[in-house]
């Protein structure tokens, strides 16, 4: 299974975390820190795959961001970096050209797709259409609420309640 | 379902990161399903494949699954050999970890000398950070396979000579044990060391090795003996070994570990070579106020050696006795109870090279654990087994240098005053002429000491200890002077004493009596009949109750002189027995005179059985032989 989600700048800064597994607070601190400490020096011409305290790190660099997963030592790694593309690739598609920026800026979006995408450690949704849709109907929800919240009546009906 | 793994694999296109990922996975499951023919041939076909990728990310995968295969199928993997040993040398850290763990896994004694040969030249342009795993590698494959002991040492040296920081102790122990084995190839070891070390540059391990043999077998290198074919002639004088040794002393990167062997090495050669003596001893002098304290001692007393001793030097620096590998392997898995055993021929040339450090401050554990060792094999013989009495075998050792008596839990013990039973014949003449009893605590090894449960043995074999008697002219005397070492109190009075003795204070000849700091028991006839009488006194040390000290009196009460008085016990399994030599064998009539004998007994229940012996006099009435036995029951309780 996938023990945690970890993405953080060429800088080292966290843009997102997501743990499968239980991790105390200090153990995550410490997680974030050791692993930015093994991944960041790495060239760009080295393997995908560090070997770090017993469990298998993959990572991948897409621009400045580094996407690392966190695996048992028995999974197929190759299968991992899949699934770090998978989830890119939904990114992609949702944000149009996603860069940084649109994590930052977005972030509890990029939250609810690796929901869709990862349960429990596990890949859930293969599917790049199946994620889209349902984020878009989430988007309209939220649309829509938002729409009725603005409405005339509503402002009237809160005014003089 | 090996169809359906058959039509996966074959399908699929690998030249996106998703095909390859299908393939791995196929790859695993057919490891996982543990196929037989076909499938497992094309899964090993498919790792072949995914090595050959320029991929780093699919070569890694690969490595890491062979890793595996290896251990079920060693044959179809040594097809790929060759490309495995490329990813030794390859650029990624991860790829050359699992490379050399696959290399190493691969190996057998066919391919171990070209394999060797590769990762040797590896060696040379590998990065520092790879270099220690490396190394201990190499030296692993090196001692599991090596054809000929003469290649082994060839290789050692070549890996000493490129990596020598990375070499760990316990492997140049176990080098210098298959050289010290291996008797036909100690010239040429010596030899070829030699020339090593001209390149030498600090390594640690390279210098410890050198410096050894050129002790142990400094005549070899100068005087060309057992020279191999092929081995092209170096000329060497004694002036050159000497500097070697002070290369090595003198060099700041050198450590206090490797001072200590260079220090010891050079008192073998003084004694091999003795026209550079006067040199050494200007050397050695050097190091008199040191301040790591083992290089101190060491310098100290070998001047005194060196300058008072001339005479019992070359019984001391005598060649090692072969060293037993067995031993040394049961030894190393049992590391923590080991205990000496030792043989008297190994007494007088062991102790003093690997005296185990006990104060030096810069030793690191396990350099401590391997130099104990080393004294343990130094100490070691498979003649003289060991396991758990080795106090007690000491003590017979001891005992027997000393003309003394050595005693056994089974039956009978003589005490006669027995010949020597090993080589020590030097130390014995000297011991023979103070019927060595003096035996006393602040012997200049004392420092064994403050090892407990290893140095009994070691505190007790003083070599020097005949020494003080020399000086002192102690006569026969005082059988109560204590072998005080035999006592189970090691920590006392380490008498500030390196050298002291070889100092020949004299007040030290006749020094510690058995301190009677514990209960006091009553004395009792253990046997009486009508021509002897057998008393015992006791004595204990409050710090030891297990064990007594018993001195044993005989008195002739009959009107005939008897003659060859032996006097022997036997005590049941839970006790142990040591009988001193007795102090006369002739006892006078009409209770004249009497002999005196000291008998020390350990009592391994104690508290709860108290002591029980059976003793035996033997004796001739003008010629005629006359035995008396019985059995001792009136201890006091408590003993």
């Given at each position: 299974m996938i023990h945690f989600v970890l993405l953080f700048s060429r800088q080292g800064k966290v843009r997102l975390t997501k743990w499968y597994s239980p991790y105390s607070q200090k153990e995550r601190a410490k997680v974030i820190r050791e692993l930015s400490g093994v991944i960041l020096p790495r060239g760009p011409k080295l393997c995908n795959f560090v070997e770090w305290r017993g469990v298998k790190v993959v990572y991948k660099r897409y621009a400045s961001l580094y996407f690392c997963m966190c695996i048992d030592s028995e999974d197929n790694e190759l299968e991992c970096l899949e699934i770090i593309h998978h989830y890119v690739q939904i990114l992609d598609r949702y944000f149009?050209?996603?860069c940084e920026l649109d994590l930052i800026f977005n972030f509890h979006k990029a939250y609810f797709i690796l929901d869709e995408v990862l349960i429990a450690g596990e890949l859930q949704e293969s599917s790049k259409k199946s994620v889209a849709r349902v984020i878009a109907a989430q988007d309209a929800l939220v649309d829509a609420a938002k729409e009725q919240a603005a409405s005339l009546s509503n402002i009237i009906a809160q005014a003089t309640r | 379902m090996s169809d359906i793994l058959a039509q996966v694999a074959t399908n699929t296109e690998s030249n996106k990161n998703a095909g390859n990922a299908i393939l791995y996975e196929c790859v695993l499951t057919i490891m996982a399903i543990e196929a037989i023919g076909g499938l497992r041939v094309l899964a090993i076909n498919i790792l072949g494949r995914f090595l050959g990728n320029r991929d780093n990310n699919i070569r890694y995968v690969a490595l890491n699954t062979l890793i595996k295969v290896v251990a079920v199928d060693t044959q179809a993997v040594q097809r790929h050999r060759t490309t495995i040993v490329e990813c030794v040398k390859d650029s990624d850290i991860s790829i050359r970890r699992r490379a050399l763990e696959l290399v190493c896994a691969l190996v057998n004694e066919s391919n171990v000398k070209t394999l060797t040969k590769e990762l040797l030249e590896y060696l040379k342009v590998s990065d520092p950070e790879f270099k220690p795993d490396l190394t201990t590698k190499i030296c692993y494959l090196v001692q599991k396979f090596f054809p000929n002991k003469r290649w082994y040492i060839d290789q050692m040296i070549k890996v000493m000579v490129e990596a020598g920081r990375f070499v760990k102790d316990d492997i140049s122990r176990a080098l210098l044990l298959l050289i010290s084995n291996a008797a036909e190839l100690q010239g040429y070891t010596v030899r070829s060391l030699y020339n090593a070390f001209q390149k030498w540059d600090g390594q640690e391990s390279l210098a410890q090795v050198t410096v050894w043999c050129i002790g142990e077998y400094g005549e070899m290198l100068v005087h060309h003996m057992n020279e191999l074919d092929g081995e092209e002639p170096v000329t060497v004088t004694e002036a050159d070994t000497v500097d070697v040794l002070e290369l090595v002393l003198k060099d700041f990167r050198a450590s206090s570990t490797t001072r200590a062997f260079a220090l010891t090495a050079l008192l073998k050669v003084s004694s091999r070579f003795p026209s550079c003596t006067e040199r050494i001893k200007a050397l050695v002098l050097q190091?008199?106020?040191?301040?790591?304290l083992e290089l101190q001692q060491r310098s100290i007393e070998f001047t005194s050696i060196l300058s008072k001793h001339e005479n019992i030097k070359a019984s001391l620096v005598e060649k090692m006795p072969v060293l037993d590998e067995a031993t040394y392997i049961a030894k190393k898995v049992d590391a923590a109870d080991v205990a000496f055993s030792t043989d008297s021929k190994s007494v007088p040339a062991t102790v003093l090279p690997a005296v185990p450090v006990a104060n030096g401050p810069t030793k690191s554990k396990s350099g401590t654990n391997a130099l104990m060792d080393l004294l343990n094999l130094n100490v070691d013989e498979a003649s003289t087994p060991s396991a758990p009495q080795t106090r007690k075998s000491a003590g017979d050792v001891l005992l027997d240098l000393l003309g003394g008596n050595s005693s056994f839990t089974s039956p009978l013990v003589a005490s006669p005053v027995q010949g020597p039973s090993g080589g020590a014949d030097a130390l014995l003449d000297l011991l023979s002429i103070g019927n060595a009893t003096s035996q006393t605590t602040s012997s200049p090894l004392s420092t064994l000491e403050p090892f407990p449960q290893r140095n009994p043995e070691a505190a007790s074999q003083k070599p020097s200890n005949p020494v003080p008697d020399l000086l002192s002219q102690n006569t026969v005397s005082s059988q109560k002077d204590s072998y005080s070492s035999f006592t189970a109190d090691f920590k006392k009075s380490s008498i500030p004493g390196a050298g002291f003795d070889l100092l020949g204070d004299?007040?030290?000849?006749?020094a510690s009596s058995i301190s009677t700091t514990g209960p006091v028991y009553p004395p009792i006839v253990a046997f009486q009949s009508s021509g002897l009488t057998v008393s015992f006194e006791f004595s204990k040390q409050s710090t030891n109750l297990p064990a007594t000290v018993i001195h044993a009196t005989y008195t002739n009460t009959s009107s005939n002189t008897y003659t060859d008085v032996i006097f022997q016990a036997a005590v049941p399994k839970f006790m142990q027995l040591q009988l001193e030599p007795a102090s006369g064998n002739v006892l006078p009539a009409n209770s004249s005179g009497t002999v005196t004998q000291v008998i020390r007994v350990n009592n391994s229940q104690h508290g709860q059985k108290s002591l029980v012996m059976r003793i035996r006099v033997s004796y001739k009435i003008n010629g005629q032989e006359v035995l008396e036995q019985g059995q001792v029951n009136n201890f006091p309780p408590g003993l």
């Open positions: 149009g050209n996603v | 190091y008199k106020g040191s301040l790591v004299l007040g030290i000849g006749s």
